[in-house]
């Protein structure tokens, strides 16, 4: 389609949302749009539908098929309720959990859900304000609803808003109900189809109680609790960002044991126009910033933050030369992994048939750390709906340690089915004082992992793509990847190629390819070399940017050499980089 006709095809979608199906500041909005000179807003809006994927929505907020709204909100969850009375037929009262975050508009969305499913005679669970994300997890599972919904856009920039549909176990919906769910929204074809007036009668408001119940579940993971006692006024610096983990995560902490907890007062405030930072992703020193000055100010022992939705986990300790440094993702799931393997082990409570899981983007050390501790590891896709599934394929099999991504997400429960910072914050905190009972720092802790179980420094980098013509770009930079892969990388040879979009797994050296076993394609290439360096690209699934993940091993025979090691690490990924053309 060429411009011309893009254009003229975006004004007749536009057009129709100036009819009296739409509210007035919507019709406005869409005049502006419709008489501007230039046509980009107009066309970002309406060049395509905001699509309900895997991952449910995601998207900018404003009037237009693609941008996140009550309309598109609305078409979603008629969908979904139109699916869940298919799939629960003799159900006498389908029941759904809903929550939001803090966003600009999350509490008018979450409403219009909680409306539009007791319009169709489905009970709605609504929490009484913003909540995390894992909570809304928990609900489901803890009041036995079908599916659940949570209004959020996670650490997105403020612009965002997304919409996260989940099912009975407390998961992300995957297969078979993603797609069926699609199908049923994708046939919402008219405003007049979605059922926007409520029945106040099937809304319950939900809180304090649901808080106390996922609090006591949390506080049951701890596995240190006399160790705790004995270091319970660690300095312990934690951020909100301006998001719902304020809710519970000091709450979190303080039952633990932990009676020494500093606030940034000014990030304690609930915005989702996230003040103080350009972004509210703890993954970024930026984010971190305000935090760590509170800590060089109190010299804290740990600092700890969560992302706006709180499922998030960032994280900062302090090096041998006392000062303070991010941890990766990577290693915040190889520490907490490493934690409650080893202090499980140290308990007495390995029987066989433990196991642990990340997703294949995340650090191969993890590996073997499970393997020299005899727990299975499972990798699976990035996302924790993913890691869900193997929780509940294993149900009654094994039992669950604790899974996690290098996108600062992990999980240490059964009882929640999505990342969970509330969890992952309060045993980072009891690992710390793990580590001071044997004599460590958190950094010596860190250190004495990679002499046991090898060196390897991860970097992830994200190439940022918006629009149309950055979504044709994405495709084509992987079109050319999967053409033409590298030969070699840092110096050595690439041996294996991984490609999930058709699960092949190729070995380079004697040519021979192997199926590899998901239970589904996605669209993600590795390359693995013969020093052990690995690779990984993905276009995001809810953000438009395409993703390279770069490992790179080295060796630490000792803990002084993680300097050198870490330095030789950096410099070996900027090559990398270089030849990827990043």
């Known amino acids: 389609m060429d411009n011309e006709q893009l254009l003229k095809s975006v004004k007749e979608k536009a057009t129709m949302w100036l009819s009296e199906q739409y509210d007035e500041a919507t019709r406005a909005e869409v005049k502006e749009m419709l008489e501007s000179e230039d046509p980009t807003q107009l066309i970002e809006s309406f060049y ?85 994300t894992p909570e809304l997890s928990f609900a489901i599972r803890h009041l036995g609803c079908q599916s659940g919904v949570n209004i959020t856009a996670s650490h997105n920039p403020k612009e965002y808003n997304g919409y996260k549909a989940y099912w009975a176990d407390g998961a992300q919906i995957i297969a078979p109900h993603d797609v069926n769910i699609i199908n049923h929204v994708n046939n919402i074809k008219n405003v007049g189809d979605i059922k926007f007036n409520g029945n106040p009668e099937l809304i319950e408001i939900i809180g304090d109680q649901m808080d106390r119940d996922f609090l006591a579940a949390i506080k049951g993971l701890s596995l240190s609790p006399d160790v705790i006692k004995q270091y319970h006024d660690l300095k312990i610096v934690y951020t909100p960002i301006h998001g719902t983990g304020v809710k519970l ?114 650090t191969e050390t993890i590996k073997n750390i499970a393997d020299a501790n005899n727990i299975r590891m499972y990798d699976c896709y990035t996302g924790f709906k993913w890691i869900a599934a193997v929780i509940r394929d294993n149900e009654g099999v094994a039992r669950y340690l604790g899974g996690g991504e290098e996108s600062y997400g992990f999980l240490a429960e059964e009882f929640a089915r999505d990342k969970d910072s509330v969890s992952a914050i309060s045993l980072m905190a009891e690992c710390l004082a793990w580590a001071k009972s044997k004599g460590m720092s958190f950094m010596e802790m860190l250190q004495d992992i990679y002499v046991k179980y090898g060196f390897s420094r991860e970097e992830g980098i994200s190439v940022v793509r918006p629009g149309k013509t950055g979504a044709e770009e994405i495709v084509a930079m992987m079109k050319e990847f999967r053409a033409n892969p590298p030969k070699s990388l840092g110096g050595s040879d690439v041996v294996v190629v991984k490609d999930y979009a058709d699960l092949n797994m190729r070995n380079l050296h004697n040519g021979t390819e192997e199926k590899m076993d998901f239970p589904t394609t996605s669209n993600v290439l590795q390359f693995f070399t013969a020093d052990g360096t690995k690779v990984s690209i993905r276009p995001s699934g809810t953000e438009p940017k395409i993703k390279f993940y770069i490992e790179v091993k080295g060796h630490m025979a000792t803990k002084a050499d993680y300097h050198a090691a870490t330095e030789a690490a950096k410099a070996k990924t900027e090559v990398i980089k270089k030849e990827l053309g990043i």
């Open 48 to 132: 395509k539908d905001l699509e309900f994927g895997t991952g449910g929505l995601r998207g900018i907020m404003g009037a237009g098929t693609n941008r996140m709204n009550i309309y598109t909100v609305g078409a979603a969850t008629q969908g979904l309720a139109n699916y869940l009375k298919e799939a629960f037929p003799d159900m006498p009262q389908i029941s759904v959990a809903v929550g939001h975050d803090v966003r600009n508009n999350s509490r008018k969305f979450a409403e219009i859900v909680a409306n539009i499913f007791s319009a169709n005679g489905i009970k709605a669970y609504l929490f009484d304000s913003f909540r995390p």
């Open 249 to 362: 995560v000091p709450d979190s902490l303080k039952n633990y044991g932990f009676t020494n907890i500093i606030h940034v007062p000014e990030q304690d405030v609930p915005s989702g126009d996230f003040p103080t930072v350009d972004s509210p992703n703890p993954e970024n020193s930026s984010a971190m910033a305000m935090a760590i000055a509170k800590a060089k100010e109190v010299e804290a022992d740990l600092v700890v933050a969560s992302d706006p939705d709180a499922d998030r986990i960032g994280c900062v300790i302090r090096d041998t030369d006392g000062e303070y440094v991010l941890v990766n993702g990577n290693q915040i799931v190889m520490i907490l992994l490493n934690y409650l393997m080893t202090r499980n082990a140290e308990l007495g409570r390995l029987t066989g048939k433990e196991y642990i899981v990340k997703t294949i983007v995340t």
